[in-house]
């Protein structure tokens, strides 16, 4: 995992500002516990928080030289290459001895040395880099195909700051933390722009993209995007690859030594990843983790989204491939905790329709790196195989992102979390609006031959509105609450090399047996139990236990009661009173409770980050 900062400044020289790059790190700490590093030279300064997650720290090296002994580059890295060894070979066989050592900083430097700035396209696994070329004094700020690993950056007077974190750059104090319109609206509709980092002076670095930072400004490149293929193989070669290419990437994620690691949720996703890595690993002992809360099972009642509690299957897994599990229990208590809702708001440095589902995640994680400091996940396999399906039909003024017609279809107003929200301010926003453009502009990124059945092509263009847009959102919900807590998370369905194949297969493929996921089934049907492979989905678990719901209102009817509360101007006071006010109280409905959740998030974000909007 890992964290990186740094500072590009052409008009001064950083070696003596060196108290700035580290103020950067130590807000990436929890990325990196175990060691912080830094470097500097002239305009560039570098700093990285290690994680040492397969053994003790060793100290990588920062620059590599060229055949007379001078430093021509340096690197902070994070992330997991999972083609270090295949890459430092071929590196060695080009007259690299030193690559063969294998570590990655070691290898990104020598594929730098050997190709350029094409060196990118080379590197396989989850990624985020600083490059620093001494000799051109050009900065290379990079980012994993599925942008996983998270990078922004900030254009300054004189350079650019960047960080794994927006909270890195923001501790600085030389960008303030202002949002406009386009940035609540990102936040409101969940759009997942893709250089888009809702704070308005920052940017993300794109997936797929590398940005170069140089005297004149800075340039952003692509080197890998979606692609559409023509895809031949018949339905049995069809699951044959597809098992092929998600047992390897299930390889590669565990190639660590000692125990695997997995959250298990009893669904088809992770349960396939469990059941794969008992295939490939046979005898190594697994540990698995689940989430529940008090009284769970006892007071569950199926609906429209959860059809069954997680517990009979999680066990019908881990009995099967003989897993020590763990059930992480929570109660309205912790989930409530003010200093868990902060830690789970810090994690992602800006405030979510999420809720419990924030703060469960973080203490689920927390109670895993107990155990362990690496962990399997089974995210992005709804995405990559279809198993997200949001919506079929067309709205008046144009079709929104596929998330934000759900949440309108199931009586959202405007889209999710919005309905507490001032009429007047997402009217003059245009909520809708926004969510129609943004979707609109993913479409018309993903180039589709004409003769596409208008079936595939919309099934492609979901496909891809969930790989480049919700995944911006997605990933980042995973990734920063294991982050947050030190625990490195490793999602064996966001490989490359599964999407490019898998998006070309045709949707019918995807679902030839008349249910969702209907190919991840088949190809991993030996590994799984007979109770999952008939499961229908079902999501992350909510917390339903009264006690929950009633805190909520308590923190709600205290926000309303607050004429000073920063959220206060952006509320529907009268449709906030409505709700506090019906008799019974307000219902358990999920629409209802993101509302609430929503208003929350926001206000403890905007006391607590400052932030200034300017809408």
């Excluded at 155990?371 to 919506?391: K, M, P, Q, W, Y």
Aim: proline share 6%; with cysteine; net charge negative.
């Amino acid at each position: 995992m890992s964290g990186i900062a740094g500072w590009v400044d052409y008009s001064r020289d950083l070696t003596s500002w060196l108290p700035t790059v580290r103020t950067m790190a130590a807000e990436l700490a929890h990325r990196g516990p175990d060691a912080e590093e830094l470097w500097a030279d002239g305009h560039a300064a570098l700093a990285r928080r290690v994680l040492a997650a397969d053994g003790p720290t060793v100290r990588e090296p920062w620059t590599v030289a060229d055949a007379n002994g001078t430093p021509v580059a340096a690197v902070a890295f994070a992330g997991l290459l999972t083609n270090t060894r295949s890459l430092a070979a071929e590196l060695a066989s080009r007259g690299h001895r030193h690559a063969a050592a294998g570590s990655q900083e070691r290898t990104v430097l020598h594929a730098y040395l050997e190709w350029g700035p094409a060196f990118v396209e080379r590197l396989e696994g989850v990624f985020a880099f600083a490059l620093w070329d001494i000799r051109s004094q050009e900065l290379l700020l990079g980012r994993d195909r599925l942008g996983f690993t998270p990078l922004y950056y900030a254009p300054v007077p004189g350079g650019v700051l960047f960080g794994s974190e927006a909270k890195a750059i923001l501790a600085t104090g030389a960008v303030e933390p202002v949002v406009d319109a386009q940035g609540m609206l990102e936040i409101l509709t969940y759009a997942g722009s893709p250089e888009h980092a809702v704070y308005r002076d920052l940017r993300k670095v794109r997936a797929g993209t590398v940005v170069r930072v140089g005297r004149n400004g800075t340039r952003t490149l692509p080197y890998w995007r979606m692609t559409y293929r023509e895809h031949t193989d018949d339905l049995p070669t069809t699951v044959e690859t597809v098992r092929e290419l998600l047992g390897r990437s299930v390889s590669d994620q565990i190639a660590h030594d000692g125990p695997v690691s997995s959250m298990l949720s009893g669904g088809l996703d992770s349960s396939a990843m469990v059941g794969l890595a008992d295939r490939l690993r046979p005898g190594r002992p697994q540990k698995t983790y689940t989430v529940t809360f008090t009284g769970y099972d006892e007071q569950f009642q199926p609906d429209v989204i959860r059809s069954t509690p997680d517990t009979r299957f999680v066990r019908d897994v881990a009995d099967r491939v003989g897993a020590e599990h763990f059930d992480i229990v929570l109660d309205t208590e912790e989930l409530t905790d003010p200093v868990v809702r902060r830690a789970a708001l810090r994690a992602r440095d800006l405030p979510s329709t999420y809720g419990d589902m924030n703060t469960s995640l973080y203490l689920l994680s927390r109670a895993v790196r107990e155990h362990t400091r690496i962990v399997l996940s089974g995210e992005t396999a709804d995405s990559v195989f279809g198993g997200n399906v949001f919506s079929d039909e067309e709205e008046p003024g144009g079709e929104p992102l596929p998330w934000v017609a759900l949440a309108r279809r199931h009586g959202a107003r405007h889209a999710l979390g919005c309905g507490l929200l001032s009429d007047d301010l997402l009217t003059r926003l245009d909520v809708h609006g926004y969510a129609v453009d943004r979707c609109r502009e993913a479409r018309e990124e993903l180039d589709l031959p004409h003769s596409l059945p208008a079936a595939e092509r919309r099934a492609r263009q979901y496909t891809y509105l969930q790989l480049t847009r919700w995944a911006e959102n997605q990933l980042a919900h995973s990734e920063r609450m294991a982050a947050a807590v030190g625990l490195q998370l490793r999602m064996p369905y966001a490989d490359t090399r599964l999407i490019d194949y898998v998006f070309n297969v045709p949707n019918a493929m995807k679902t030839f047996d008349g249910r969702e996921k209907s190919l991840l089934r088949a190809a991993t049907d030996d590994v799984l139990p007979e109770s999952v492979l008939r499961r229908r989905k079902s999501p992350f678990p909510i917390a339903i236990d009264p006690g929950y719901q009633k805190t909520v209102v308590e923190d709600l009817r205290a926000l309303a009661d607050d004429r000073d509360a920063p959220v206060g101007p952006l509320l529907d006071r009268a449709a906030v009173r409505q709700l506090l006010d019906r008799p019974g109280g307000p219902p358990e409905n999920w629409i209802i409770r993101t509302d609430a959740e929503t208003v929350l998030s926001l206000d403890q974000w905007l006391r607590h980050y400052g932030v200034r909007l300017a809408l």
